[in-house]
Structure formats: structure tokens, C-alpha cells
């Protein structure tokens, strides 16, 4: 089992900035990929951005492409991501996930275990 904590959300303006952190615990060794997720209100869980346990390969949503970065601290279990030039449509509650396979991909169902989310709410 692996155990996931986000924190950081909050309330921003149009235009400003959230990190997000994710920390694991339980089984890492058995983490291969690590990602983050959004779910708005009334819409279905999209993908946000992932990245490999080395950080050699990194994918991005284009709706956050150039705003938002994901990171994992070295040697540390914690995943990041920050999140920049807000935008109302990010408002949604923010999941962290991992999957044990290699394989970085966005789709939800692939991912093993997940966080209890952490709401972003951007205000225009």
C-alpha cells in the first residue's frame, strides 16, 4: 500500500500562483510514475501532468503546457507541482496519483493509488 497527502491549495486571483505537494509513504519502492489529476465541478477526473521517479520524462495536459510544472524533490518522496498564470478554469480539487507500472500515461484508471485531493479555486 501507498499512502498520499496533498497540500497546498487555496484561494488565488486570476494570475497568480499555488504549489502543490504531494507526499508518499507505505510501499514508494514500489512507485514507477507519479502524477497529478483535476476534477471540476460537474466534470469527469482529467489528467494534469506526470512524470517517472527520475524525472527524465515529464507529460503535460496542453491546457497546462508552459503554466504549470511538475517536480519530485531528490530523495525525497514528495511530489510538486507549480502551478502558474491561474486561470478560473483550473478551479477544481487537485489529486495526487502513482502507478507501479513504468509507463507515464494520463489516463486515471491506470493509476494504483490516489490522494484525497485538495481544492484550487481561482477567482477572475
Known amino acids: 500500500q501507498v499512502q498520499l497527502v496533498e497540500s497546498g491549495g487555496g484561494l488565488v486571483q486570476a494570475g497568480g500562483s499555488l504549489r502543490l505537494s504531494c507526499t508518499a509513504s507505505?510501499?514508494?519502492?514500489?512507485?514507477?510514475?507519479m502524477g497529478w489529476f483535476r476534477q471540476g465541478p460537474g466534470k469527469e477526473r482529467e489528467f494534469v501532468a506526470a512524470m517517472n521517479w527520475s524525472g527524465t520524462i515529464r507529460n503535460y495536459a496542453d491546457s497546462v503546457k508552459g503554466r504549470f510544472t511538475i517536480s519530485r524533490e531528490n530523495g525525497k518522496n514528495t511530489l510538486s507541482l507549480q502551478m502558474n498564470s491561474l486561470k478560473p478554469e483550473d478551479t477544481a480539487v487537485y489529486y495526487c496519483?502513482?502507478?507501479?507500472?513504468?509507463?507515464?500515461?494520463?489516463?486515471?484508471?491506470?493509476?494504483?493509488?490516489w490522494g484525497q485531493g485538495t481544492q484550487v479555486t481561482v477567482s477572475s
Open positions: 507505505g510501499r514508494t519502492l514500489s512507485i514507477y510514475v
Open positions: 496519483a502513482v502507478r507501479r507500472s513504468p509507463v507515464v500515461i494520463g489516463t486515471p484508471s491506470s493509476y494504483d493509488y
